[in-house]
């Protein structure tokens, strides 16, 4: 009788430690494989691959398959993609799932650079203050928002209920994120070239009219915005690039952000905003008045 307790004894501890190693609480750096349509599953339970005791895996779709195949990316990691797709206010309410802010700062400045990068070879002879300029119109939130939408970004999108509520699918704020945290997933799961042809896909039409466009039409280069005109002014002053410290506060759904802009290690602005990117342009308006840049 001793043997056969031990074998049962073996058996329950390798039923235990199946669930485990794929349980949420332990941070591989992957999402939830997210349901493609309908509502979220109540907790985490239902959205996670587990192989419980006597039942088969089950390979649900996933947004991330579906923006994959989408954006032509088949070789991009799904689960990555799945969560560039979920907003803050959706892990809130799910046991803090792993959201896609880190993937957008990511994406943001792999954008910068790719389009930079464009940019530059579109037109070799163009000022540092027209290549920005250029690249400000391209990669602002309203730009990055209607790519968003040309593909249907919205409707892929995770959110909680408030911000689902308050139409957060179709808010430039939240498309722009997560266009940009797409650009991040891809570009960790294929590196540079492969967010580079995403981005020349997305975005390369008008990367080629805005890059040949002629540096003294403000029709073709659109107006300065308050970041653009900063750096601008920074250059031209020889000192070191801005930089923006971000804080946020308030519910998931009605967020505040809290820009500083320092040079040089001293700040010279601050502002607030509804997102980050409206935040920073009020920081980079304030600098923009301080003396040390007069």
Do not use: C
């Not at 591989?28 to 493609?36: C, F, H, I, M, Y």
């Not at 390979?59 to 954006?71: K, Q, V, Y």
């Not at 509520?165 to 797409?182: F, I, M, P, Q, Y």
């Not at 002053?237 to 946020?248: F, G, H, K, V």
């Amino acid at each position: 009788m001793a043997v056969p307790k031990r074998k049962m004894s073996r058996s329950r501890t390798r039923h235990r430690r199946r669930p485990v190693a794929a349980h949420p609480s332990h941070h591989d750096g992957r999402v939830p494989a997210l349901q493609g349509a309908g509502p979220a599953p109540h907790g985490l339970r239902g959205l996670w691959h587990l192989r419980r005791p006597g039942r088969r895996r089950v390979l649900m779709d996933t947004p991330g398959r579906s923006a994959a195949e989408r954006l032509g990316v088949d070789g991009a990691d799904p689960a990555l993609l799945a969560r560039a797709l979920v907003h803050r206010s959706w892990s809130t309410e799910h046991d803090g799932a792993p959201h896609n802010e880190r993937l957008e700062l990511l994406g943001d400045a792999v954008l910068d650079l790719v389009v930079t990068a464009q940019l530059h070879a579109l037109d070799p002879d163009a000022s540092e203050g027209v290549l920005s300029r250029r690249r400000a119109q391209l990669v602002r939130e309203s730009s990055l928002a209607g790519v968003a939408r040309d593909i249907g970004l919205g409707a892929q999108l995770r959110l909680g209920r408030g911000e689902a509520a308050s139409g957060g699918a179709d808010k430039d704020s939240l498309l722009a994120d997560a266009l940009e945290a797409v650009i991040g997933a891809v570009f960790l799961s294929g590196g540079y070239d492969a967010a580079a042809a995403l981005v020349g896909r997305l975005l390369g039409d008008a990367i080629r009219t805005t890059g040949t466009a002629d540096p003294t039409d403000d029709v073709d280069l659109g107006p300065v915005d308050p970041k653009t005109a900063l750096q601008e002014r920074v250059a031209a002053l020889r000192l070191p690039s801005p930089e923006y410290r971000t804080e946020r506060e308030g519910p998931d759904h009605a967020p505040t952000f809290r820009v500083e802009v320092l040079v040089a290690d001293e700040v010279l602005g601050s502002g607030s905003g509804g997102s980050k990117k409206a935040a920073s342009q009020a920081a980079a308006e304030q600098a923009l008045r301080h003396r040390t840049l007069g």
